[in-house]
């Protein structure tokens, strides 16, 4: 540096009222090889493969859970301009928040759980259907119930399920929060991949709280969706059969 100048400070330059000192920009990253699409938490896509997760919870995380969700239901009574203290509500929010435990205990299940050792070999290639599966559900989004029956069908390849597998299987999707569409794929999917049949058929028929008590309030509305995959959705005549022996 000449004798009698000053060193320069770095070059600024203004955001917001701050000054900020202007850096070079970084080198490049090296290369790497392409990687597909990660798509964030929410995004349709990812929504769509959910229904081949297990999620599981255990009992200890119900106990450990239980006061911060028991405390969650106290804000929502006072919220809704009610008295935690009085008489009738003194224990609601601990009802409430084990109704609610219940309500998702299908969280803590696994198919593999369910199945242990109810899977036969059998020479059977003939429809097998269980129809008017009780089903009760939480709608995730306004939290509260759908109910219905579930119907199902498969055709064997060379093994057969427990009869009441198929009944515990809805049970596990359905007490989850859910919609009903994946609620229905993810009973066939599940059968599936359990047994590799022929093919699978679930149809599922729900009224949904949240059009009855609530918004359109139509009392006598019901939600039909199917899922047909195998020989069920190939299948004209097979598919046929099928819907017609849940309806008779």
């Not at 330059?13 to 900020?20: D, I, K, P, T």
């Not at 306004?142 to 198929?166: A, C, D, R, T, W």
């Amino acid at each position: 540096m000449e004798k009698g100048k000053l060193e320069q400070p770095p070059r600024t330059v203004s955001c917001n009222g701050y000054a900020l000192e202007e850096k070079q920009p970084p080198p490049p990253a090296p290369s790497r090889p392409l990687e597909k699409p990660r798509y964030s938490q929410g995004t349709s896509s990812q929504c769509l493969d959910n229904w081949k997760e297990e999620r599981t919870r255990s009992e200890e995380d119900n106990e450990m859970n239980l006061p911060s969700l028991a405390a969650a239901y106290t804000t929502i009574l006072r919220s809704l301009g009610e008295d935690p203290e009085r008489q009738g509500l003194l224990r609601t929010p601990w009802r409430a928040a084990t109704a609610m435990q219940f309500f998702t205990k299908g969280y803590q299940e696994t198919i593999s759980d369910v199945l242990n050792d109810a899977i036969f070999d059998e020479d059977h290639d003939e429809m097998v259907i269980v129809k008017d599966i009780d089903m009760f559900s939480l709608c995730e989004h306004h939290l509260v119930p759908f109910v219905g029956k579930v119907h199902i069908g498969y055709l064997p390849n060379k093994q057969v399920l427990g009869l009441s597998k198929l009944a515990r299987i809805v049970e596990i999707y359905s007490r989850r929060l859910q919609v009903q569409e994946r609620l229905t794929k993810q009973i066939a999917v599940a059968i599936t991949e359990a047994l590799q049949p022929t093919g699978v058929g679930v149809v599922i028929e729900a009224t949904h709280m949240c059009m009855v008590m609530r918004g359109v309030q139509k009392m006598n509305s019901k939600t039909v969706t199917s899922t047909m995959l195998g020989v069920f959705r190939e299948d004209a005549k097979t598919r046929e059969e099928f819907l017609t022996l849940i309806r008779s």
